[in-house]
């Protein structure tokens, strides 16, 4: 018998819109995702690749689909998969990785973008749009770093795009009472606005997009008096790995701190201000360096829990797009047709949450090996 899960992605996985002429059909699309999606656990990324894992594992995957025509060509492949909306695939995975999802309150979720290089020629994108040039697919995701599980994955026509983009993955999924972690490209008022309208709480990273609230900021940390010597405000962090020494400093100031009357007005929801100094030693070069950053929040939190929030940020990068290029090779993927990158994306991330769910101590490149050998392990990845 088929779990929960599994009958949940099937189902939706069976609802992916196909616009191929149903006459000309032989191998239905549900039967390709099927089979890519299960190549993908088994270390099989190319199209070649894929093929072989169907024509070897025919007999298994009729286990879930009939596969009447047995295993489609990589062409075949490559173009049915390269047809299909991004934009209505987005949606199936979100449905399918936020379903029965509830996150306890202080729950952190990330947005962050990731371009994907090979998805355009250097050629491409070194021409102007006007001229034929093509930009590289840029895909937005939701991490959530408590439970390790991407939520939502939005394609971008450019990274200056995620502005608009963020507000749409925000209203689609369900984040009343957790924190939104962005970097500086989010920080804008209306974004700001609309987390907390959902009765969630955010921790922004501040740079020179906003000009006057980054002075505000620079200034309020510059008087001294401004900074509270307690533990709550004021939390030190040593750490020692990959042959280097940091230390972080983090400190929280109220924003009621802010003099400027015309800053602070324009900031409604903004509770705290939070700087975070580095500092450094690389053993191998004995060379030191340093730098400040800073974040807004509409949360009123200790230094030592804002600074959790912050690390925790990175968990996007280290977690998610680190495993895609690594053990997937996403970053230098060719796969450059229509909308193939970005929905291969998808696919990846559909793979990727999976792999997560079972055996969590487990590294990724083992459970790929295991699901490329065992047909009863692959079984348990997907839910069976």
Known sequence: MQNELLSSFLSRLNSVPDIRQAKKVNYPLNEILFLTLNATLSDCTEW?????????KLDWLRQY?????????????NRALSLIDTEAFSDIFQSWANADLNLPAGTLISIDGKKLRGSATKAQQQTKRSEGGKGAVHLLGAW???????????????KENEIKAIPY???????????ISIDAMGCHKKITENICLREADYVIGL???????????????ANKENIPNTPEARYV????????????????ISSDCIIDAK????WPTLQTIIRVESRRYTLA??????DIRYYISSAKLSAELMGAYIRGHWGIENRLHWDLDVYWGEDASRKQVNNIAANFGIILRTAHNLLKMVDVKMSIKRKLKKCARSDEYRQRILGK
């Open 48 to 56: 070649q690749e894929i093929v072989d894992f169907g024509n070897d």
């Open 65 to 77: 689909y009939p596969y009447e025509n047995g295993i489609p060509s990589h062409d075949t492949l």
């Open 144 to 158: 959530c770093n408590d439970i390790g599980l991407c939520l939502s994955v939005k394609e971008v026509d450019e």
């Open 169 to 179: 993955i925000l209203n689609d999924l369900e984040i009343k009472g957790c924190m």
């Open 207 to 221: 740079k020179s997009n906003q000009e006057n609230l980054l002075k505000a900021a620079i200034s309020i940390f």
């Open 237 to 252: 962090e040593y750490t020692k790995d990959h042959g280097r020494a940091e230390e972080r400093i983090y400190t929280v």
């Open 263 to 266: 800053v602070k007005e324009g």
């Open 285 to 290: 070069t004995k060379k030191d360096s340093s």
